[in-house]
């Protein structure tokens, strides 16, 4: 696999880095050269995919605890 390289000074590691652009109320994520700071990406502030996963865990327990409710009125006489 090819060694990626900054456009810029050819550096070879990069580091995330906080970012609150002006005229945008969102903090990004700026992937800059570790060397000389060129960005060359940028990406959200929030991990979409972790974000998912919790919603998904809170849906689940939303889930059985409706599944006993129903349970609860079905059998409740
Ligand atoms: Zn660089």
Same mark, same amino acid.
């Given at each position: *696999?090819?060694?990626?390289? &900054?456009?810029? &000074?050819?550096?070879?590691?990069? =580091? *995330? ?10 903090? $990004? *994520?700026? !992937?800059? &050269?570790?060397? &000389?700071?060129? !960005? !060359?990406?940028? *990406? ?6 972790? +974000? $998912?996963? %919790?919603? =998904? %865990?809170?849906?689940?327990? !939303?889930?059985?605890? +409706? =599944?006993? +409710? %129903?349970? %609860? $009125?079905?059998?409740?006489?």
């Amino acid at each position: *696999m090819a060694l990626s390289s &900054c456009p810029k &000074c050819g550096n070879h590691t990069f =580091e *995330m880095a906080e970012a609150e652009p002006k005229n945008w109320r969102f903090k $990004i *994520m700026f !992937v800059q &050269c570790k060397s &000389c700071g060129t !960005v !060359v990406g940028s *990406m959200d502030y929030f991990n979409l995919s972790t +974000l $998912i996963h %919790e919603l =998904e %865990e809170k849906v689940d327990t !939303v889930m059985h605890k +409706l =599944e006993d +409710l %129903e349970y %609860e $009125i079905t059998h409740k006489k």
